[in-house]
């Protein structure tokens, strides 16, 4: 039965920020990087120790990618930008919404090629039209707008073989996760289809990860849990969390065998969630897959 199995669930970093998203797993360092979006924090957690250290950004940050060569990519308000984690020094890359000063990047991550690929929305969202679009940036720097008429886009992933990507809306009025044939090649996406409407299911589609049995998990904001979704798009585990808003799942530990969750402090009813905005650690028994780097 879905979600029947015991999991262990730890509150691994209780740290309540405003919207942590993000989390990414560096298997050179045995590390967790992840974001406070509004507050333009870039941290990076040890597990082995539980210390979290901190970069403090100029503006909002939606994503970020490790390079190849050690320094980072960030999806800022303003764009794409080149960070070097020991100077602090921020090196311009792309501005692909300059022309929209409401929209601000939102969620990111790397095709298995080492491209990057983010997504846009409006801040807030205004619900009389969709302003977003997912981009694709490449090692060359060239960024190419691949898809519009997005009111917030999310949960990038790619499946195992490369040959599917995945994305979200999480608008109230969409919910609805995509799958879309993915060209490792060229970079080029076709024959776009919905993967899970989740307008019956209590969470929305926030961030997403792929595991290495080719199932996508969900983190269901709202809804208090992640779901796994076979490659069907069948609910295959839902778990429960302490949390009404977990925002993005993500593999790591020396096996890839732990999910890390990010969450959202609510505005108000923070009583009753106490520990809402930390990080968690979910071990359910799944591995992941080692998380690409950017190649530019």
Not at 10 to 39: F, H, M, S
Not at 79 to 100: I, K, N, S, V
Not at 255 to 272: H, M
Request: glycine share 10%; proline share 7%.
């Amino acid at each position: 039965m879905a979600g029947a199995r015991k999991v262990d669930i730890d509150c691994v970093l209780d740290i309540k920020a405003e919207l942590g998203e993000c989390p990414i797993w560096c298997r050179q360092e045995n590390a967790l990087y992840w974001i406070d979006i509004y507050a333009g924090r870039l941290n990076r957690f040890d597990p082995a120790t539980g210390q979290n250290r901190v970069w403090i950004l100029p503006e909002a940050i939606g994503s970020f990618a490790l390079c190849s060569d050690g320094a980072v990519l960030l999806a800022l308000k303003s764009g794409l930008w080149r960070y070097d984690l020991e100077t602090e020094q921020r090196t311009p890359l792309a501005r692909p919404e300059a022309h929209l000063p409401n929209n601000r990047l939102n969620d990111g991550r790397c095709d298995p090629q080492g491209r990057f690929w983010v997504g846009s929305m409006e801040d807030p969202v205004n619900p009389a039209g969709p302003q977003g679009s997912l981009y694709r940036f490449d090692a060359d720097h060239k960024c190419s707008h691949v898809v519009g008429g997005l009111f917030v886009a999310n949960g990038l992933a790619f499946s195992p073989d490369g040959r599917t990507l995945y994305h979200s809306d999480s608008f109230k009025a969409v919910r609805a996760i995509w799958a879309w044939d993915f060209d490792g090649d060229d970079g080029v996406i076709s024959n776009r289809r919905i993967f899970v409407d989740t307008k019956d299911m209590p969470g929305r589609p926030d961030g997403g990860a792929v595991d290495a049995d080719g199932c996508y998990w969900m983190a269901g904001n709202d809804g208090w849990e992640i779901v796994r979704f076979t490659p069907k798009g069948k609910i295959d585990r839902r778990i429960k969390l302490p949390v009404a808003k977990p925002s993005m799942p993500a593999f790591g530990g020396p096996r890839l065998d732990v999910i890390y969750v990010t969450s959202i402090r609510p505005a108000s009813g923070f009583e009753e969630q106490p520990q809402a905005g930390s990080l968690f650690a979910v071990r359910a028994g799944v591995t992941g897959l080692p998380e690409p780097r950017f190649k530019g």
